[in-house]
């Protein structure tokens, strides 16, 4: 499923192998966790885009960011932290759609 799927073609979609899913799971949280554990400090007001790309503008780090160059810090907020939160909203969402109660 992509951004822009009809909600009528998200509510048909089932895991083929949930196993698998939480392996891929894991896997990302592990590499993401690996790769900010390496992260030098100093490196978080790294300036990593003069000005919003083009394929960005638009986007939650455009209306974060605004006008002033996007640090890595910048990024790595939006990417990870509000990224990561929406889509607890849309669980909590999709959860109550079926009468299931929250999970936070």
Known sequence: MTRG??????ETLQFGDYDAWLSYQAEV???TEKALDGLAE??????VFETMPDQ???????????T???????M???FIA???SRHLGEI?????????????
Do not use: M, N
């Open 29 to 31: 949280f592990a590499s």
């Open 42 to 47: 100093e490196r978080w007001d790294e300036v």
């Open 5 to 10: 799927t009809p909600i009528a073609v998200a």
């Open 76 to 78: 790595l907020d939006v």
């Open 68 to 74: 002033k160059p996007v640090t890595l810090g910048d």
């Open 56 to 66: 960005l503008k638009g986007g939650f780090l455009d209306l974060v960011v605004g």
């Open 92 to 104: 909590e969402h999709a959860r109550s759609l079926i009468g299931l109660q929250g999970v936070g």
């Open 82 to 84: 509000y990224h990561g």
